[in-house]
């Protein structure tokens, strides 16, 4: 079945130690969406891509960063992650921007130490 | 500044009955607005979407309303079923959907047998 994947499932890092996650899809969408969600609270948009072009959210803080080498895969990045980025990491997928579904993967909750 | 808004965190119902999932937004530039159903360890799945040009919009068992003078959507499910058990997410997006999506905190069904 085409999907969403993200890996790990879940990822513990240290305070301060560089990790990436990763996220891949088999729809052949054009955009790709990051968003974090912390316990209680709602999605939130960090970034996409349509196709190659990278759209980064005014809020975004600099240490969050993204790779798309491909159509298939898009990276997060995060440089130095502190205690406040533990949380649930959601790739998504549309076909197009505008009224399109978007596709979730299942998420990454990242653990910080 | 939270610009989608659901106040309930969680709802119980018996199976059979009608649940209603409220959402209220605050920004009058959002057109397009969508419910997503979340299982656990699973990613948000699209269940069904309203633009502002209806008050109204029916898939099978799920409704959506649209009121836009209350800026308050809402979700009718008819019969609930104890599979509906879910968090369900209220989103919104503006410029007919072609802006970033703006999620709610969610909210969670329980459908009892």
Same mark, same amino acid.
């Given at each position: ?113 | ?63 959506? +309303?649209?009121?836009? !003078? #209350?800026?308050?959507? /809402?979700?009718?499910? %008819? ?7 879910? @968090?369900? +997410?209220?989103?919104? !997006? #503006?410029?007919?959907? /072609?802006?970033?999506? %703006? ?7 329980? @459908?009892?047998?």
């Amino acid at each position: 079945d085409a999907m969403v994947i993200q890996n790990p499932r879940y990822q513990v890092t240290q305070f301060g130690k560089p990790v990436t996650l990763s996220c891949s899809q088999t729809l052949n969408h054009n955009v790709m969406y990051w968003y974090q969600q912390k316990s209680s609270q709602a999605p939130k948009l960090l970034f996409h891509y349509y196709d190659k072009d990278f759209n980064n959210e005014a809020d975004t803080p600099d240490n969050f960063q993204s790779r798309r080498p491909n159509t298939s895969f898009c990276f997060l990045d995060i440089r130095s992650p502190g205690l406040g980025d533990a949380a649930m990491y959601l790739c998504a997928t549309s076909r197009d921007q505008g009224q399109e579904t978007q596709y979730f993967g299942p998420g990454t909750r990242l653990l910080v130490l | 500044d939270q610009q989608v808004k659901q106040n309930s965190p969680s709802l119980s119902v018996q199976e059979g009955r009608i649940s209603i999932l409220n959402c209220d937004y605050t920004n009058s530039m959002f057109d397009y607005f969508l419910w997503y159903k979340k299982y656990p360890a699973e990613g948000p799945t699209f269940l069904i979407s309203i633009s502002s040009i209806k008050d109204k919009n029916e898939d099978g068992r799920f409704t959506v +309303f649209l009121n836009k !003078s #209350a800026k308050h959507l /809402s979700l009718h499910i %008819v019969p609930s079923q104890p599979g509906d058990s879910a @968090v369900y +997410f209220c989103a919104a !997006s #503006a410029q007919g959907g /072609s802006e970033k999506l %703006v999620f709610g905190k969610g909210m969670k069904l329980t @459908v009892n047998p």
